[in-house]
């Protein structure tokens, strides 16, 4: 049976622009590192833009939380600079092999939203909007519903 999908959520893996890091990469973090028993991402899109596959999409994630059940995670590599600092620094391939995933993912999920990592931070002032004082993380660094619309980043 198919578990309920309701967000398709885009992440980043918070690396710097010249970090070429993958699925195996990021496996090792979280297993290793966190404890996790598999990476918490159901895919991962390398600085080439080659898609790589996490976990099975029809098991929960370990991306969200509070959300893992109802959401599939996509991680985009990348997403601060040198500094360790927020910045839209995904390459032209890596935003291809996004609108591919994503529209694959949207077939599959055709009832789910789409959305970045922060956009699922609590609403603190309960106003229906999260703010960006209200991000918990700025994850994935840039505006997903913006860029769905083919809005500049």
């Known amino acids: 049976m198919r578990r309920l999908t309701k967000y398709i959520v885009v992440h980043c893996s918070a690396t710097g622009p010249t970090s070429d890091i993958g699925v195996d990469e990021i496996r090792d973090w979280h297993v290793n590192k966190n404890g996790w028993s598999d990476i918490g991402y159901h895919a991962v899109i390398r600085r080439s833009g080659q898609i790589e596959y996490g976990r099975h999409f029809?098991?929960?994630?370990?991306?969200?939380?509070?959300?893992n059940y109802q959401s599939v995670g996509v991680c985009m590599v990348g997403g601060v600079d040198a500094n360790g600092k927020a910045e839209n620094n995904f390459t032209a391939p890596q935003f291809a092999s996004l609108k591919i995933l994503l529209a694959m993912l949207r077939r599959s999920y055709p009832n789910a939203a789409i959305l970045g990592h922060r956009d699922l931070s609590p609403d603190l002032d309960g106003d229906g909007i999260v703010e960006k004082h209200e991000w918990v993380k700025d994850c994935p660094c840039f505006d997903v519903q913006a860029w769905l619309k083919g809005e500049p980043q």
């Open 58 to 67: 029809d098991e929960p994630g370990a991306h969200v939380k509070g959300q």
